[in-house]
């Protein structure tokens, strides 16, 4: 049977936006993984030292923003222990939004993403609600349902700070129509933490847990663990490895029995994250290309698709949008 391609099942989670073309988290980025196919934009909330909640990849940023090479704010360089693994940079819990809005995003991985690191310095560093007026704005752009997915980025250790990221993003999602059945545009809420979800359910939004690939992480894969996770969330964002692992030789093995465990259980499966370069793909499926260069990827997402997936989590949300069009055509 065809499925309804105006809203395909399958959605397209753009991960911090289109971070294969732009620096990740910036309303650049988000813009056009909406354009290019996404249905989501994905966002990593952290908390300012004043309480509001701006985008970026973990707590540190000085690997995503500019504010290694700003002298005024040289003496901001500390260690923190986040769960357990010390870390030395700068963290936005020691900055006002005030000061965080002098920043400009860079690229994460310029080596892997050198015309990305082109565009260092372009881009301010976003807030929760400028990404919200954002997603409604693509909304009403491009005709069709524009949603946002953040995740509470290390909550234990905001929490820790006395900057509890729960409380803000309630707030915020109710004064901007985001809560309850019906939102303004869709929600989903993430975490890798049972008990920031827990404390999210009043809003009434499908909450997703995410499930790293260590063994910390087993007890939740299993059919007993999935039937406990359904009682505070409504699906699952496992690392692509639980549901369609590479073999030693790197080729895509057999699916596991994750997505079908999972949907028993009445959870949505969304992996991450689908990239595009040589260097993140299963050696079987890279180019002749060196690590920065595209490889076979459409053969990646076609495994996970059969495999049943609901959403995937993707830094090429084309890419996705394209491979999802011809399995849609094809099934």
């Known amino acids: 049977m065809r499925r309804n391609k105006q809203l395909p099942h399958i959605k397209i989670i753009s991960h911090r936006g289109a971070s294969g073309h732009r620096p990740e988290h910036t309303l650049s980025s988000y813009t056009l993984g909406a354009r290019y196919g996404g249905d989501f934009i994905e966002v990593d909330l952290v908390s300012t030292k004043d309480g509001h909640l701006i985008a970026r990849h973990e707590p540190e940023i000085g690997h995503t923003t500019d504010v290694a090479s700003r002298p005024e704010f040289a003496d901001r360089r500390g260690t923190r222990t986040i769960d357990g693994v010390e870390v030395t940079g700068f ?70 700070a006395g900057l509890g990221l729960e409380p803000p993003l309630i707030r915020t999602l109710r004064e901007h129509g985001l809560a309850g059945p019906e939102p303004e545009v869709p929600v989903f809420l993430q975490s890798f933490e049972p008990e920031s979800l827990k404390k ?4 009434r939004l499908p909450r997703v847990l995410l499930i790293g690939a260590e063994e910390r992480w087993a007890p939740f894969t299993t059919r007993e663990g999935l039937a406990g996770v359904a009682a505070f969330a409504d699906a699952i964002g496992p690392d692509k490895s639980l549901v369609v692992a590479v073999t030693e030789d790197g080729e895509l093995g057999e699916p596991t029995s994750l997505v079908a465990d999972a949907h028993d259980a009445g959870l949505l499966v969304h992996p991450y994250t689908f990239r595009s370069e040589n260097h993140f793909l299963p050696e079987s ?20 698709f059969a495999a049943g997936v609901d959403g995937v989590f993707t830094d090429h949300s084309r890419h996705a949008f394209l491979a999802r069009e011809i399995f849609l055509d094809e099934g």
């Open 285 to 304: 499926l890279r180019s002749g290309g060196g690590p920065t260069a595209y490889g076979a990827f459409a053969a990646e997402y076609e495994a996970f």
């Open 200 to 203: 999210l359910g009043e809003l």
């Open 91 to 160: 963290f936005a819990e020691d900055f006002t939004l005030e000061e965080i809005r002098t920043l400009r995003a860079v690229e994460r991985l310029p080596s892997v993403r050198p015309d990305n690191a082109a565009h260092d310095g372009d881009y301010p560093v976003p807030t929760l609600v400028e990404i919200i007026e954002l997603a409604k704005a693509l909304t009403r752009e491009l005709g069709r349902p524009i949603g946002v997915y953040p995740e509470t980025k290390h909550p234990a250790h905001h929490a820790s």
